[in-house]
């Protein structure tokens, strides 16, 4: 089970950083270019601000250094805390995009919805995971 943990933990860093470290150190073009391949979720939802781009940014920044030390550590408490704050955050932002995805083709109202509420499903089952009572390993302490 922890192999899944740390697999599923490693998929939701790899994803808050892409987003943290673009929007932190490069706002504009995240504004103008996220997700990337010629696709423009960004930009469409309101003018540009580099202080609120950069915010989102280092805030992703803040919960990527979380996930990666749940992720390496695998410690019961922390990884709870790290997929709580990936599923409060991963949930109202489905909720806000949910309402605004309009303006955008058909394609990337999927696209836009889809890759958002990947990741609070996969911070649930994670979380499930750590709720099962912890079991001895096989053979420990038995004669």
């Known amino acids: 089970m922890r192999i899944w943990q740390r697999v599923g933990l490693a998929y939701l860093t790899v994803g808050v950083a892409l987003v943290a470290f673009w929007a932190a150190f490069a ?12 696709r423009h979720w960004v930009s469409p939802d309101g003018p540009y601000n580099e202080h609120l781009v950069r915010d989102v940014g280092q805030l992703n920044l803040a919960l990527f250094v979380v996930l990666l030390a ?21 949930v109202l932002h489905v909720v806000y995009h949910s309402g605004h995805v309009g ?24 979380l499930a995971t750590t709720l099962r009572p912890d079991r001895p390993l096989s053979g420990a302490g038995s004669a």
């Open 27 to 38: 706002p504009r073009s995240f504004y103008t270019d996220f997700p990337g391949g010629g």
């Open 70 to 90: 749940a992720t390496i550590t695998l410690s019961k408490p922390l990884v709870r805390a790290a997929l709580a704050a990936t599923i409060l955050s991963g």
């Open 103 to 126: 303006d955008f083709a058909s394609s990337d109202q999927v696209a836009i919805l889809s890759s958002l509420v990947l990741g609070p499903v996969v911070a649930v089952v994670l």
